[in-house]
C-alpha cells in the first residue's frame, strides 16, 4: 500500500507535545536511518520527519505502526517509562490524548505486552481506514453504536457487546451515531520485522 494512504489522518502538533523527541530518540535507538523508520511503518521519509520534528501529530494507528517498528509500545511513544507502571490505574490519572480525531485514556499499565485504552470515536472519523498488523485485539462498546468490518463481513455492535479478533484480519472501526462511540479496547502487538501495518481508505460498501 502506498504511503500516502497511510497519512492523511495525521493533525498539525498540539495534542502530543512528547512524541516528537521520543520518536526521533527510538528511531536512532532502534539504528535505522529515517528513510528505512518511513519505509517500515509505511510512511514517507518526509511525513516521519514532520513527525519527529512536531510539525504533525501522529494518529494512534501511526503510533501503533512506529511502536512496532521501534520495538516498543505505544506508552513509551508517549514518555511514559517503565518506572511508571503500577498495577491499578486510577479514573482520575487518566488524561485525555487526541490522535486521529479520536480521543483515547491509558487505561492499563504502560510498558507491558497488551496495551489497554478506553477510546472515543466521533462519528465520520477514520471510518475509511483499514488496519492490518500482528497481534490481537479485543474491545468492548461502552456507549453507543460501532460499526466494525473484520475481512468481508460487517457487524454493528451495541453497548455490553465486544469482538475479539487476529489483528492481521483487514479491519475497520467507526461509530454508527453521531454521538460517537465509547470503547474498551485491549490489544498486543507482535514485534517482528518483517511484519507490516498497511493503513489506508479503501472502495466499495460500508459497513
Known sequence: MSSSASEPGAEPTG?????????RALRRRASLTLEAAARAAGLSPAHLSRLETGQRQPSLPMLLALARVYGTTVSELLGETVADRDA????????????????????????R???????????GSQGDIVRVHPGEEWLCVLKGRLRLRLG?????????????????????????????????FVHTLLQSPTAALCLGPITGDTP
Do not use: I, K
Not at 113 to 123: E, K, N, S, T
Not at 156 to 184: I, K, N, W
Open 152 to 184: 468481508d463481513a460487517a457487524h454493528q455492535l451495541g453497548p455490553g457487546d465486544s469482538a475479539h479478533f487476529d489483528s492481521l484480519t483487514p479491519h475497520r472501526l467507526a461509530a454508527q451515531d453521531r454521538g460517537g462511540v465509547d470503547l474498551l
Open 113 to 123: 505486552g497488551m496495551q489497554a485504552l478506553r477510546v472515543h470515536v466521533p462519528y
Open 88 to 111: 491499578v490505574v486510577r479514573a482520575a490519572d487518566m488524561e485525555p490524548t487526541g490522535a486521529g480525531g479520536w480521543t483515547y485514556w491509558q487505561a492499563g499499565a504502560p510498558g
Open 15 to 23: 495534542g502530543l507535545p512528547v512524541v516528537a523527541p521520543q520518536l
